[in-house]
């Protein structure tokens, strides 16, 4: 049965199909199999049901709704001026105040994607005009878009969250850390490039100029203080904290800013119900795709196989990265946590291992794989962000790439790293 299920799925796949339709035939024929006939898909439409019915999935759209307002709004061209105010003149201070913006948009948007599109747009020309080279410029814009799927609201974390039980809000709070860290190791390679190619650097801002870049940010840096502070002081659970994000950008880019029309508001509320559309579909999808392959022993098989059983938990956690990386690498990083998660629930509980951090160095993962060749989902959307060919838009990424591998192992074996801050904010 495995391998009818699994081949089904490749030949699907290599004949083009999205990743849903893959993910539905692959649970009808697994159904089939087990139960012996059709009579009973009603059970397999219960549990695509099941599947989107969670509250916190509510978070999903809202986020994204959010983000997509900023990005046709003002928000984060502000959030650039401001990290430029202050970093521009330093040596490498353009790829720093880029890798900062990603981190600022990313505690805004939640999602990779997004601020590839915000963030890349208006920086890679002010990257290639300062002297950076535009391999250099596409793999930093990449690569540091990966922060946003740490720094809360992280899109990644609300499935992972949902989909193992896990606190949506203790995760937030754990990917804050590793997050950081990202942005500093990246900003010091950016410093050390900068320093090897004699990239010159910008002319100070002066603290006028400076006053002004915050006097403009204010309003947009509200948005994490919604998110951290309101989740955290115990205003908002996260679900409300995205509705809350939502209202607050339609105040802000209508009203404050008056950026965006009501025609453009329409536009924007189409372009979320279709990106919302293809996500719950594919978590109810994956969803009906996990009881299949749970009710058939499928993981136990598989984990059985590369004897995980036996291993410690420091093996438990390499093996559930290195699937994750290698998953994300080919297919969509929320059918990858839908997929995966259920199959490892079981170890993580058993070598009792924290669910937080197993969440935090998962969302790394995911977030890596999804820069990563040959089919990392962020690549894509830089070649059709910027128009520029897939060899070279993947050609500069291999430092950061190891920059990030590099985060994922020391998350490993120093977790406080992810935990101190969670323990910190949940001491009881």
Known sequence: MTTAILGTMIVLLLAGFPMMVPLIIGATVGFVAIFGGIGQLDTLVQQVIAGIQPASLIAVPMFIFAADIMTRGQSAERLIDLVMAFLGHV?????????????????????????????GGPLRPRLLKAG??????????????????????????????????????????????????ILVLFSIYAYIYAVRHNVPTEPPATWAERGRAIRRAIWPLGFPLIIIGGIYGGIFSPTEAAAACVLYALILE?????????????????????????????????????YIISFAQIPQAILGGIGIDDMGPYGVLFTISIAFFVGCMFVDPIVVILILVPIFSPVVASVGLDPVLVGTIITL???????????GCDIFTAIAVFKRPYAEVIAGTPPFIVILLSVAVALIFFPDIALFLRDLAFAE
């Open 91 to 119: 040596k490498g201070g353009l790829a720093i105040s880029t890798a900062g913006a990603c981190t600022m948009f990313g505690a805004v948007s939640g999602s990779t994607q997004a601020t590839v599109v915000a963030i």
């Open 132 to 181: 950076y080279s535009d391999k250099f410029s596409l793999a930093l814009i990449i690569n540091a878009s990966d922060i946003a799927f740490l720094i809360p609201p992280s899109i990644g974390m609300i499935i992972y969250g949902v989909v193992s039980g896990t606190s949506i809000s203790e995760l937030f709070i754990a990917g804050i850390g590793p997050g950081v860290l």
């Open 254 to 290: 209508m009203i404050v800013f008056r950026e965006l029309s009501v025609k453009q508001l329409y536009a924007t509320a189409k372009s979320t119900g279709l990106i919302t559309a293809v996500v719950f579909i594919l978590v109810g999808a994956g969803a009906a795709f996990s």
């Open 365 to 375: 993962q995911v977030a890596i794989g999804s820069a990563t060749p040959p089919f």
